[in-house]
């Protein structure tokens, strides 16, 4: 079974770094290779979960610089609970937490964190090229403490493989979902093959356009001497939505 599971979570593997090379025609801008020494590797979301074109593209970047069997991706509760947890482990995940990242840091591997989480995951229309963390900077203390740099690495394009009318936040605050379920966000959408649905597409595979898919690797960057980790997020943001700006244009 191990072996099945191993030869099954590479064909996904596989499949996804090709879905985005061939149907997205993923583009992809290296401004420097990654520290020899462990980091974390912050990115943004497009839409969805696991299924995300954004989550695609990382996964050829990574093939792409040859460190894909050094990273662990710090990845949503959800996945465990609805049971692919097993599954979304042998592709290097973990679930997100201080622990998780400090265990992997000590392995000597890199770790892959979007901080966004499903509210940016479930992103409208409007806001579909911007960096939406949401006031997190949790990250940016992570690094911080761990004396690790951040290795911002942006993507666009995503946002155009389907519409969103809204992100549902209000929505899935009426459902208690941020308690249940620890989402906070709860899509309106139009999908194919889902056509005009709620949450569906956040959860559960979509047929994206063939829109293009753009992805660069920004420099490394380091906290400054006594710097507030609200200052270092506020910095890696800056750069990361000055560098999507420029891709979706």
């Known amino acids: 079974m191990p072996t099945e599971l191993n030869a099954a979570v590479n064909l996904v593997r596989r499949g996804a770094i090709e879905l985005v090379r061939r149907y997205n025609r993923h583009e992809l801008q290296v401004d420097t290779s990654l520290p020899e020494t462990p980091a974390l590797i912050v990115s943004n979301h497009g839409f969805g979960g696991g299924h995300d074109l954004n989550v695609f593209a990382l996964l050829r970047t990574l093939d792409e610089l040859g460190v894909a069997d050094r990273v662990t991706y710090l990845t949503h509760q959800i996945a465990w609970t609805l049971g692919v947890g097993p599954l979304v482990r042998e592709l290097g995940c973990r679930p997100a937490s201080k622990h998780s990242a400090e265990e992997a840091f000590a392995e000597g591997r890199h770790v892959a964190v979007f901080p966004g989480g499903d509210v940016e995951a479930s992103k409208a229309w409007r806001d579909r090229n911007r960096i939406l963390f949401g006031g997190r900077t949790g990250y940016a203390r992570l690094a911080i403490d761990n004396g690790v740099p951040i290795v911002p690495v942006v993507t666009a394009g995503a946002g155009d493989s389907l519409f969103v009318l809204t992100d549902g936040q209000d929505l899935?605050?009426?459902?208690?979902?941020?308690?249940?379920?620890?989402?906070?966000?709860?899509?309106?959408?139009?999908?194919?093959?889902?056509?005009?649905?709620?949450?569906?597409?956040?959860?559960?595979?979509?047929?994206?356009?063939?829109?293009?898919?753009?992805?660069?690797?920004?420099?490394?960057?380091?906290?400054?001497?006594?710097?507030t980790p609200e200052s270092f997020a506020a910095r890696i943001e800056h750069a990361m939505q000055a560098r999507m700006d420029g891709l979706a244009r």
Do not use: F, H, N
């Open 172 to 227: 899935a605050k009426a459902l208690d979902l941020p308690r249940r379920l620890r989402l906070k966000a709860l899509p309106l959408t139009v999908s194919i093959p889902w056509g005009v649905s709620i949450g569906v597409p956040a959860l559960l595979p979509y047929v994206p356009l063939p829109v293009q898919i753009r992805t660069a690797v920004l420099p490394a960057m380091y906290a400054e001497e006594g710097e």
